[in-house]
């Protein structure tokens, strides 16, 4: 079984699994916000929080150390590690920026030729439209330098350098994307979980296409793809973007799809879409097994999205209670 990370606002909680499962709680105070792992050194992962910079820790989460110099904004609203390139990690910031450290997170420069793309004067994020952040930052397996950018909202970007160059969003691509994700057996293919719905490219976002069938919820949050088979793939979607983030006034669901069906509900052994937030999700690696976390815990999938069951963690009182921000998985 592996470490689970979850970041939530108040505090970064790690649940290790022994004999039973124990929590710890790290990062209190900081406002944790994103999460990465680096799998090519064990134990090594970063967090990214609101107003307190990029944190990395090298022992699985049990002490962790500010990083980050050079990254000129305190909002890390992204992280990602490159798993075609030793040593290269890329953060987000609002306002939306992206940094590229080439050590591990000790040093790092900004990627400007961002901003210079022509719908950087459009970006602008609906419940504070003077600003804009970058939401998720995927890097493909496929191909080293070949970056995914999201910005909240108006623009899913590219880079196929490392961030020396930059490729603007295409016309029928996503505009408000929330989540993506590559896979290693699919090279050059993305899979996006957007605001205005679910995309695919097979084309490394040269084309997009909107792919909708089978979903009643159309503003998604999250997307994990089966590690063995590139084409399951399941969402978490919400009628919108107020009943998606709020515990008070939740409603989400998850969807799943194969190479032979479109998207269908996958809420088997989970809590009933009322009153649940959108699902975060993350894939330890094995053939068909994915974790969510959502405002009632962690739930594990071991066969793609077919079936849940709930992780018996003793988590801290009101540990969901502001939701949650991101999921990771540690490997064994």
């Known amino acids: 079984?592996?470490?689970?990370?979850?970041?939530t606002e108040p505090a970064l909680l790690i649940a290790r699994h022994g004999s039973t499962w124990s929590v710890e709680e790290r990062l209190k105070g900081e406002s944790p916000e994103c999460l990465a792992v680096d799998f090519e050194k064990p134990g090594r992962m970063y967090c990214g929080t609101w107003g307190?910079?990029?944190?990395?820790?090298?022992?699985?989460?049990?002490?962790?150390?500010?990083?980050?110099?050079?990254?000129?904004?305190?909002e890390i609203t992204a992280v990602a590690v490159s798993p075609s390139e030793r040593g290269i990690v890329y953060a987000g910031t609002e306002p939306s920026a992206v940094f590229r450290?080439?050590?591990?997170?000790?040093?790092?420069?900004?990627?400007?030729?961002?901003?210079?793309?022509?719908?950087?004067?459009s970006w602008s994020f609906p419940p504070r439209p003077e600003t804009h952040h970058v939401r998720w930052i995927e890097t493909d397996p496929a191909a080293?330098?070949?970056v995914f950018v999201a910005i909240e909202a108006g623009a899913l970007v590219r880079t196929l350098d490392g961030g020396q160059t930059w490729l603007d969003r295409v016309r029928e691509g996503p505009f408000d994307t929330h989540t993506a994700a590559t896979h290693r057996l699919a090279p050059g293919r993305v899979?996006?979980?957007a605001g205005d719905g679910y995309f695919e490219t097979s084309d490394a976002g040269e084309s997009w296409a909107s792919q909708v069938e089978g979903l009643r919820h159309d503003y998604l949050v999250g997307v994990a793809v089966d590690p063995a088979d590139p084409d399951g793939v399941i969402v978490s979607?919400?009628?919108?973007?107020f009943v998606a983030y709020s515990p008070r006034r939740a409603e989400a669901y998850i969807y799943r799809k194969t190479a032979r069906r479109s998207f269908q509900r996958a809420m088997e052994g989970l809590p009933e879409g009322r009153g649940t937030i959108a699902s975060r999700f993350a894939t330890p690696g094995e053939a068909g097994?994915?974790?969510a976390a959502n405002n009632h815990g962690v739930f594990l999938t071991p066969d793609a999205g077919r079936s849940w069951t709930a992780l018996e963690i003793p988590w801290p009182n009101g540990a969901f209670a502001q939701g949650v921000e991101a999921l990771v998985c540690l490997p064994d």
């Open 1 to 7: 079984m592996s470490t689970l990370v979850i970041a």
């Open 52 to 74: 307190h910079g990029l944190w990395r820790s090298d022992d699985a989460g049990r002490t962790w150390n500010p990083v980050g110099a050079g990254i000129a904004h305190d």
């Open 101 to 121: 450290s080439e050590n591990g997170g000790e040093t790092w420069h900004e990627l400007s030729g961002l901003l210079a793309l022509p719908s950087s004067r």
């Open 144 to 146: 080293a330098g070949r």
């Open 191 to 193: 899979y996006a979980a």
């Open 237 to 241: 979607a919400a009628p919108g973007p």
């Open 289 to 291: 097994v994915m974790y």
